[in-house]
Protein backbone atom coordinates (compact mmCIF):
# COMPACT_ATOMS: atom_id res chain seq x y z
CA UNK A 1 0.00 0.00 0.00
CA UNK A 2 1.30 3.44 -0.50
CA UNK A 3 2.62 5.48 2.11
CA UNK A 4 0.32 8.62 3.31
CA UNK A 5 1.89 11.24 4.99
CA UNK A 6 0.16 12.71 7.71
CA UNK A 7 0.23 15.37 10.93
CA UNK A 8 -1.35 14.94 14.28
CA UNK A 9 -2.38 18.31 15.72
CA UNK A 10 -3.69 17.63 19.84
CA UNK A 11 -3.25 20.06 22.55
CA UNK A 12 -3.05 16.82 25.21
CA UNK A 13 0.36 15.43 24.77
CA UNK A 14 -1.08 11.92 26.25
CA UNK A 15 -3.60 12.11 23.17
CA UNK A 16 -1.08 12.71 20.33
CA UNK A 17 1.10 9.60 22.02
CA UNK A 18 -1.35 7.34 22.11
CA UNK A 19 -2.62 8.47 18.74
CA UNK A 20 0.76 7.89 17.30
CA UNK A 21 1.01 3.89 18.87
CA UNK A 22 -2.10 3.25 17.54
CA UNK A 23 -1.65 4.78 13.95
CA UNK A 24 1.68 2.51 14.26
CA UNK A 25 -0.16 -0.57 14.99
CA UNK A 26 -3.53 -0.32 12.99
CA UNK A 27 -2.32 1.88 10.19
CA UNK A 28 0.98 1.06 9.45
CA UNK A 29 1.05 2.87 5.93
CA UNK A 30 0.62 6.36 7.28
CA UNK A 31 3.72 7.97 7.94
CA UNK A 32 3.30 10.75 11.04
CA UNK A 33 5.41 13.64 9.68
CA UNK A 34 5.07 15.55 12.85
CA UNK A 35 2.94 15.61 16.08
CA UNK A 36 2.20 18.56 17.90
CA UNK A 37 0.59 20.27 20.80
CA UNK A 38 0.37 23.59 20.03
CA UNK A 39 -1.73 25.04 17.40
CA UNK A 40 0.33 28.16 15.88
CA UNK A 41 3.48 25.34 15.84
CA UNK A 42 1.04 22.69 14.23
CA UNK A 43 0.30 25.29 11.32
CA UNK A 44 4.05 25.77 10.65
CA UNK A 45 4.76 22.15 10.33
CA UNK A 46 1.21 21.92 7.97
CA UNK A 47 2.22 24.49 5.43
CA UNK A 48 6.64 23.55 5.59
CA UNK A 49 5.50 19.68 5.22
CA UNK A 50 2.26 19.38 3.29
CA UNK A 51 1.09 16.32 4.36
CA UNK A 52 -1.93 14.00 2.29
CA UNK A 53 -3.48 14.00 6.16
CA UNK A 54 -4.45 16.03 9.31
CA UNK A 55 -5.70 14.02 12.52
CA UNK A 56 -7.17 16.92 13.98
CA UNK A 57 -8.24 17.96 17.58
CA UNK A 58 -11.13 20.83 17.93
CA UNK A 59 -10.93 22.36 21.33
CA UNK A 60 -7.49 23.46 21.79
CA UNK A 61 -6.17 27.03 23.53
CA UNK A 62 -5.85 30.38 21.11
CA UNK A 63 -6.95 28.81 17.89
CA UNK A 64 -9.48 25.46 17.75
CA UNK A 65 -9.60 23.00 15.01
CA UNK A 66 -12.14 24.75 12.70
CA UNK A 67 -9.42 28.18 13.18
CA UNK A 68 -6.90 25.88 11.87
CA UNK A 69 -8.53 25.07 8.93
CA UNK A 70 -9.60 28.82 8.07
CA UNK A 71 -6.06 29.74 7.99
CA UNK A 72 -4.99 27.03 5.52
CA UNK A 73 -7.75 27.35 3.22
CA UNK A 74 -8.11 26.00 0.65
CA UNK A 75 -7.43 22.91 2.57
CA UNK A 76 -5.97 20.41 -0.27
CA UNK A 77 -5.50 17.58 2.34
CA UNK A 78 -7.84 15.05 4.13
CA UNK A 79 -8.90 16.13 7.43
CA UNK A 80 -9.79 13.62 10.55
CA UNK A 81 -11.07 15.15 13.53
CA UNK A 82 -10.59 13.57 17.00
CA UNK A 83 -12.23 14.88 19.83
CA UNK A 84 -14.18 14.26 22.79
CA UNK A 85 -17.09 16.13 21.98
CA UNK A 86 -19.68 14.44 19.62
CA UNK A 87 -21.74 18.20 19.52
CA UNK A 88 -18.51 19.36 17.13
CA UNK A 89 -19.68 16.30 14.30
CA UNK A 90 -22.18 18.44 12.00
CA UNK A 91 -19.92 21.55 11.47
CA UNK A 92 -16.40 19.21 11.22
CA UNK A 93 -18.39 17.88 8.08
CA UNK A 94 -19.65 21.03 6.76
CA UNK A 95 -16.08 21.89 6.48
CA UNK A 96 -15.59 18.50 4.26
CA UNK A 97 -13.92 16.70 7.02
CA UNK A 98 -13.22 12.54 5.72
CA UNK A 99 -13.84 11.47 9.40
CA UNK A 100 -15.16 12.16 12.94
CA UNK A 101 -13.80 9.90 16.20
CA UNK A 102 -14.67 10.49 19.61
CA UNK A 103 -12.23 9.85 22.48
CA UNK A 104 -11.04 7.52 23.92
CA UNK A 105 -10.32 6.30 20.27
CA UNK A 106 -11.54 3.31 19.28
CA UNK A 107 -9.50 1.04 16.95
CA UNK A 108 -11.93 0.10 14.25
CA UNK A 109 -13.14 3.50 14.05
CA UNK A 110 -9.54 4.94 13.22
CA UNK A 111 -9.29 1.56 10.98
CA UNK A 112 -12.36 2.57 8.85
CA UNK A 113 -11.39 6.72 8.74
CA UNK A 114 -7.83 5.96 7.64
CA UNK A 115 -9.60 3.83 4.50
CA UNK A 116 -11.77 6.80 3.65
CA UNK A 117 -8.78 9.01 3.86
CA UNK A 118 -6.86 6.88 2.19
CA UNK A 119 -9.58 5.79 -0.58
CA UNK A 120 -9.39 9.35 -1.19
CA UNK A 121 -6.31 10.57 -1.68
CA UNK A 122 -5.73 7.70 -4.44
CA UNK A 123 -9.00 9.35 -5.97
CA UNK A 124 -7.80 12.68 -6.35
CA UNK A 125 -4.32 11.47 -7.30
CA UNK A 126 -5.95 9.79 -9.89
CA UNK A 127 -8.37 12.69 -10.98
CA UNK A 128 -5.61 15.09 -11.13
CA UNK A 129 -3.41 13.18 -13.65
CA UNK A 130 -6.71 12.54 -15.57
CA UNK A 131 -7.55 16.56 -15.00
CA UNK A 132 -4.29 17.92 -16.14
CA UNK A 133 -4.26 15.35 -19.49
CA UNK A 134 -7.54 16.51 -20.46
CA UNK A 135 -6.85 20.49 -19.73
CA UNK A 136 -4.02 20.18 -21.33
CA UNK A 137 -6.56 18.52 -24.50
CA UNK A 138 -8.70 21.11 -23.99
CA UNK A 139 -6.77 24.01 -24.32
CA UNK A 140 -4.81 22.59 -27.61
CA UNK A 141 -7.84 21.46 -29.50
CA UNK A 142 -10.20 24.39 -28.38
CA UNK A 143 -12.76 21.31 -27.15
CA UNK A 144 -16.66 22.28 -27.01
CA UNK A 145 -16.47 20.40 -23.55
CA UNK A 146 -14.81 21.06 -20.43
CA UNK A 147 -14.26 18.30 -17.60
CA UNK A 148 -15.37 19.16 -14.30
CA UNK A 149 -14.52 17.10 -10.92
CA UNK A 150 -17.33 15.99 -9.10
CA UNK A 151 -17.41 14.09 -5.75
CA UNK A 152 -18.37 11.57 -7.92
CA UNK A 153 -15.82 11.53 -11.00
CA UNK A 154 -15.51 13.53 -13.93
CA UNK A 155 -18.60 15.08 -15.51
CA UNK A 156 -18.30 16.54 -18.80
CA UNK A 157 -20.37 19.76 -20.10
CA UNK A 158 -20.37 22.22 -22.96
CA UNK A 159 -18.97 25.10 -22.54
CA UNK A 160 -21.10 27.27 -24.18
CA UNK A 161 -24.11 26.08 -21.42
CA UNK A 162 -21.90 27.83 -18.46
CA UNK A 163 -23.11 30.90 -17.12
CA UNK A 164 -21.17 31.71 -14.48
CA UNK A 165 -18.52 30.22 -11.91
CA UNK A 166 -18.53 30.82 -7.99
CA UNK A 167 -15.55 30.27 -5.68
CA UNK A 168 -16.13 28.65 -2.29
CA UNK A 169 -12.71 27.89 -0.71
CA UNK A 170 -11.79 24.81 -2.07
CA UNK A 171 -14.78 24.06 -4.06
CA UNK A 172 -15.92 26.07 -7.23
CA UNK A 173 -19.92 26.05 -8.25
CA UNK A 174 -20.72 25.89 -12.39
CA UNK A 175 -23.91 27.35 -12.47
CA UNK A 176 -25.45 26.15 -16.20
CA UNK A 177 -27.58 28.10 -18.17
CA UNK A 178 -30.49 25.43 -17.21
CA UNK A 179 -30.33 26.43 -13.66
CA UNK A 180 -28.51 23.47 -12.41
CA UNK A 181 -25.35 23.84 -10.33
CA UNK A 182 -22.29 21.47 -10.57
CA UNK A 183 -20.14 21.30 -7.46
CA UNK A 184 -16.77 21.24 -8.73
CA UNK A 185 -13.75 19.94 -5.97
CA UNK A 186 -11.25 22.29 -7.61
CA UNK A 187 -10.27 25.47 -7.00
CA UNK A 188 -11.94 28.46 -9.44
CA UNK A 189 -8.19 29.61 -10.67
CA UNK A 190 -7.73 26.13 -12.08
CA UNK A 191 -10.83 26.60 -14.35
CA UNK A 192 -10.03 29.98 -14.88
CA UNK A 193 -7.17 28.20 -17.24
CA UNK A 194 -9.12 26.24 -18.88
CA UNK A 195 -12.14 28.35 -19.96
CA UNK A 196 -11.49 29.90 -23.38
CA UNK A 197 -10.87 34.05 -22.96
CA UNK A 198 -12.87 35.14 -25.86
CA UNK A 199 -15.87 34.12 -24.01
CA UNK A 200 -15.18 33.99 -20.15
CA UNK A 201 -13.36 36.28 -17.73
CA UNK A 202 -12.81 36.93 -14.10
CA UNK A 203 -14.65 40.02 -12.75
CA UNK A 204 -14.28 39.55 -8.87
CA UNK A 205 -11.87 36.54 -6.72
CA UNK A 206 -15.07 35.10 -6.19
CA UNK A 207 -16.36 34.75 -9.77
CA UNK A 208 -15.97 33.92 -14.01
CA UNK A 209 -18.98 35.03 -16.32
CA UNK A 210 -19.94 34.05 -19.63
CA UNK A 211 -20.26 37.47 -21.49
CA UNK A 212 -23.29 35.42 -23.39
CA UNK A 213 -25.14 35.65 -20.37
CA UNK A 214 -24.43 39.13 -19.83
CA UNK A 215 -28.19 41.25 -19.74
CA UNK A 216 -26.87 44.61 -18.16
CA UNK A 217 -24.46 46.29 -16.56
CA UNK A 218 -25.21 48.52 -13.72
CA UNK A 219 -22.48 51.65 -12.97
CA UNK A 220 -20.54 51.72 -10.07
CA UNK A 221 -17.49 51.84 -8.16
CA UNK A 222 -16.78 48.52 -9.83
CA UNK A 223 -20.59 48.06 -10.41
CA UNK A 224 -22.57 44.95 -11.04
CA UNK A 225 -23.70 42.54 -13.87
CA UNK A 226 -26.88 41.34 -14.31
CA UNK A 227 -27.11 37.87 -15.96
CA UNK A 228 -29.75 36.65 -17.73
CA UNK A 229 -30.87 34.42 -15.00
CA UNK A 230 -31.62 37.69 -13.19
CA UNK A 231 -28.53 37.11 -10.90
CA UNK A 232 -26.45 40.30 -10.15
CA UNK A 233 -22.63 39.78 -9.42
CA UNK A 234 -20.33 42.45 -8.10
CA UNK A 235 -17.47 43.63 -10.19
CA UNK A 236 -14.56 44.32 -8.74
CA UNK A 237 -12.96 47.97 -8.65
CA UNK A 238 -10.12 46.38 -9.77
CA UNK A 239 -11.16 44.78 -12.47
CA UNK A 240 -13.69 47.29 -13.99
CA UNK A 241 -11.57 48.42 -16.39
CA UNK A 242 -10.38 45.75 -17.69
CA UNK A 243 -14.08 43.99 -17.69
CA UNK A 244 -15.65 46.84 -19.69
CA UNK A 245 -12.92 46.54 -22.35
CA UNK A 246 -13.29 43.11 -22.75
CA UNK A 247 -16.66 43.26 -23.20
CA UNK A 248 -17.12 45.98 -25.66
CA UNK A 249 -14.68 43.83 -28.30
CA UNK A 250 -16.72 41.03 -27.63
CA UNK A 251 -19.90 43.12 -28.36
CA UNK A 252 -17.93 44.45 -31.51
CA UNK A 253 -16.57 40.58 -32.70
CA UNK A 254 -20.99 39.66 -32.03
Known amino acids: MTTISCII ?3 EPQ ?4 LGHMIAEYCPHLQVLAAETNAEKGLTHIEALQPQLLF ?6 RLNGFDVLKKLEPVDFEVIFVTAYNKYAVEAFEVHATGFITKPVAAEKLIAAVETATRRIAEKAVNKNIFSLLAQ ?4 N ?4 IPLSTSNGLLFVKIADIMYCESSGNYTHFFMNDDQKIV ?4 LGEYEKLLPEKDFIRIHDKYIINLSYIKAYIKGSGGDVVLENGREL ?13 FEKWLRRK
Do not use: G, I
Open 9 to 11: LDD
Open 15 to 18: NVKL
Open 56 to 61: LDVEMP
Open 137 to 140: TTTD
Open 142 to 145: HAQK
Open 184 to 187: VSRQ
Open 234 to 246: PVASRRKDDFLLR
